[in-house]
């Protein structure tokens, strides 16, 4: 299972793109790059996850580099409640050991 | 249907008490997932059930004993626990096979040992 390294913290104004980066240079191949969030005390929430290629859907984009060692979740228009931690894990999406990194704490902001 | 449902949502026991969680999905999944979450941390993972048996076990204390009785349900019976065991236990389901897709958690129960 790889690791991802996500930047601690960040800050978005409201209404802007708010654009979380990660790297998982030891990513494998059969392992897809999935994004959750958690939003205080709550369940993580599953985003959007892809393989190699961009994803998009209602909450958020996906962009994963061509040669899939970083990828970049895209909230296009960042509200208040999109205030939460933001976990990237690579994962196979089996009953395998799906992994929290750290995470990145993404403070919206008026 | 595509809720976790996890039971109690807040829970109290003493060291000596036995005690266990519940966790129950209806969406097909035949793989489970048991977490443990500190304040400020990201939850880490304790047990994986695959097709209602025990696959991967991150060398939990003995004191944590998951079981799953069936394909909607897994449990986690709690025995002479610790005050440091205290935190949100959080259940996740998924498909095992087929094309990937996201796993589900849920709420979490929050565990105080007294």
């Known amino acids: 299972d790889a690791k991802t390294t996500q930047p601690p913290s960040m800050d978005c104004a409201e209404g802007r793109a708010a654009n979380l980066p990660c790297n998982h240079s030891?990513?494998?191949?059969?392992?897809?790059v999935y994004w959750y969030r958690q939003i205080h005390s709550q369940g993580p929430q599953y985003i959007i996850h892809g393989l190699k290629n961009n994803e998009t859907n209602e909450m958020a984009s996906l962009i994963i580099t061509e040669d899939r060692k970083s990828s970049t979740l895209i909230l296009p228009h960042a509200t208040l409640r999109d205030t939460a931690v933001y976990y990237c894990i690579a994962w196979t999406g089996t009953a395998s050991k799906l992994t929290f990194g750290t995470g990145t704490r993404l403070q919206v902001t008026l | 249907d595509t809720e976790v449902t996890q039971t109690p949502k807040h829970l109290v026991m003493g060291m000596t008490n036995k005690k266990s969680l519940k966790c129950e999905q209806h969406?097909?999944?035949?793989?489970m997932y048991w977490y443990k979450q500190k304040a400020k941390k990201p939850p880490e993972l304790m047990f994986v059930y695959s097709y209602e048996k025990l696959s991967i076990n991150e060398s939990v204390p003995s004191r944590f004993s998951p079981e799953c009785p069936n394909s909607s349900l897994l449990n986690l019976h709690l025995h002479a626990l610790q005050p440091e065991d205290s935190a949100l236990y959080l259940c996740?389901?998924?498909?095992?096979?087929?094309?990937?897709?996201?796993?589900?958690f849920g709420q979490g129960t929050r565990l105080t040992v007294v």
């Open positions: 969406m097909g999944h035949r793989a």
């Open positions: 030891t990513i494998s191949g059969n392992e897809y």
């Open positions: 996740a389901s998924s498909y095992k096979s087929g094309t990937p897709t996201e796993a589900f």
